[in-house]
């Protein structure tokens, strides 16, 4: 199956950037669907953005929409989340993950998971 690793966390102030990279390898990439999910301490994993397999359609959840864009390129087997106008809420681990679902909104229909990056927006 496919494997992820996520890059590109770090500390950043509040309305700063900030690009997170999804690497995969093993299967083909453009097999899957890819969300990005994130967790802060104490609180359940939530969805971020998703992208589907080809890119051709994209959904963020309300709290990031118009300041985090996903993008995906399957010729170098990336996704990528663009962050801006950070917020001191937007601190969390950050998790890409592999569905075979058309659009992963949910934690539940991802496959497989990524190790994780830390994001954290100094206020």
């Known amino acids: 199956q496919v494997q992820l690793v996520e890059s590109g966390g770090g500390l950043v102030p509040a309305g700063g950037s900030l690009t997170l990279s999804c690497a995969a390898s093993?299967?083909?990439?453009?097999?899957?669907?890819v969300g990005w999910f994130r967790q802060a301490p104490g609180k359940e994993r939530e969805f971020v953005s998703a992208?589907?397999?080809?890119?051709?359609?994209?959904y963020s959840s309300r709290a990031v929409e118009g300041r985090f864009f996903i993008s995906r390129d399957n010729d170098n087997n990336a996704v990528y989340l663009r962050m801006v106008s950070l917020k001191s809420e937007d601190t969390a681990v950050y998790y890409c993950?592999?569905?075979?679902?058309?659009?992963?909104?949910?934690?539940?229909?991802?496959?497989?998971w990524g190790q994780g990056t830390q994001v954290t927006v100094s206020s």
């Open positions: 093993g299967q083909p990439f453009s097999d899957y669907a």
């Open positions: 993950g592999a569905s075979r679902v058309y659009l992963p909104n949910n934690q539940g229909r991802v496959g497989v």
């Open positions: 992208v589907t397999r080809n890119g051709e359609k994209t």
